[in-house]
């Protein structure tokens, strides 16, 4: 069992930067591939970012590319998403979540994840 915490968020202008970070407050994020989803109002939750657990290997979606970075610290047992040069579209509610270290339905599919945590809003103004 594996509780996630996210923190982080808040209102940033358009060409800002935000880090948000990702802490297990119940069990460990070890063993886990880890990813980052957000949900704008009256959207599906979509896919943001992922992290590998075996290898290390990242996954970006296409929006965010070069702008987003995902990363984790094991040692602090957290995950990260450093989020710059917002944009006004990236404005959503973030949530990070953990699965399997096998992909049930792939790496962007949300199915592939256990537990999420409770999410973190992010505003970018323009």
């Known amino acids: 069992q594996v509780q996630l915490v996210e923190a982080g968020g808040g209102l940033v202008q358009a060409g800002g930067s935000l880090r948000l970070s990702c802490a297990a407050s119940v069990g460990t994020l070890s063993f886990h591939n880890m990813g980052w989803f957000r949900q704008a109002p009256g959207k599906e939750r979509e896919f943001v970012a992922a992290?590998?657990?075996?290898?290390?290997?990242?996954y970006y979606e296409d929006s965010v590319k070069g702008r987003f970075t995902i990363s984790r610290d094991n040692a602090k047992n957290t995950v990260y998403l450093q989020m710059n040069t917002l944009e006004p579209r990236d404005t959503a509610t973030y949530y990070c979540?953990?699965?399997?270290?096998?992909?049930?339905?792939?790496?962007?599919?949300?199915?592939?994840?256990?537990?999420w945590g409770q999410g973190t809003q992010v505003t970018v103004s323009s």
């Open positions: 979540a953990a699965g399997p270290l096998y992909y049930r339905a792939g790496v962007y599919d949300r199915t592939s994840y256990d537990y």
């Open positions: 992290q590998n657990w075996r290898d290390g290997s990242t």
